[in-house]
T-cell receptor, first 115, second 111 residues
């Protein structure tokens, strides 16, 4: 039962470097999400994709880009990493609801440090 | 951006005690969710609530969807060591893909 798989689990970057975080889900979910988690702030939505081929900005999209490569995969890219982007990044997925919101299922996170 | 207010921020209890935490919002939600996060892992769904006034249990956990739709409560009875972690509430509205998360309640069990 893989669920939502994120790679890598840990990464250290220098300021200005670029990086892509990968996420894949095997539950045939339509919707996928990227969050960041910082101490004392809970999870904040960066971008989401309601279906293959669509992406939308969340609460904190600046400095990030996303690609919904296919139904399974949703990647998050940092073009020029900044220390403020040091965080734990979580990918999630959910089934599209029909009259009832479907819960989101989360991966185990990517711990990213920008020096 | 909007965040939900969770209280308390942290709790230190002894094994066997009951736990209560709550989440409040300035706006209404159609769905309330409660997640638990263990160190080094992603949040795991505990309970989902879909109707105002709804009371739902999952083992020793009980959650309620407030009748105003602006709050939700989570109770844990007879706590055990594996209950340690951070508990997050989250709210969502129909047709909206976005979840709004609370700031979390950190539960610690004192030996």
């Amino acid at each position: 039962n893989a669920g939502v798989t994120q790679t890598p689990k840990f990464q250290v970057l220098k300021t200005g470097q670029s990086m892509t975080l990968q996420c894949a889900q095997d539950m045939n979910h339509n919707s996928m999400y990227w969050y960041r988690q910082d101490p004392g702030m809970g999870l904040r939505l960066i971008y989401y994709s309601a279906s293959e081929g669509t992406t939308d900005k969340g609460e904190v999209p600046n400095g990030y880009n996303v690609s919904r490569l296919n139904k399974r995969e949703f990647s998050l890219r940092l073009e020029s990493a900044a220390p403020s982007q040091t965080s734990v990044y979580f990918c999630a997925s959910s089934e599209a609801g029909r009259g009832r919101n479907q819960p989101q299922h989360f991966g185990d996170g990517t711990r990213l440090s920008i020096l | 951006g909007q965040q939900l207010n969770q209280s308390p921020q942290s709790m230190f209890i002894q094994e066997g005690e009951d736990v209560s935490m709550n989440c409040t919002s300035s706006s209404i939600f159609n769905t309330w969710l409660w997640y638990k996060q263990d160190p080094g892992e992603g949040p795991v769904l505990l309970i989902a609530l879909y109707k105002a006034g709804e009371l739902t249990s999952n083992g020793r956990l009980t959650a309620q969807f407030g009748i105003t739709r602006k709050d939700s409560f989570l109770n844990i009875s007879a706590s055990i060591p594996s209950d340690v972690g951070i508990y997050f509430c989250a709210g969502r509205n129909f047709g909206n893909e976005k979840l709004t998360f609370g700031t979390g309640t950190r539960l610690t069990i004192i030996p």
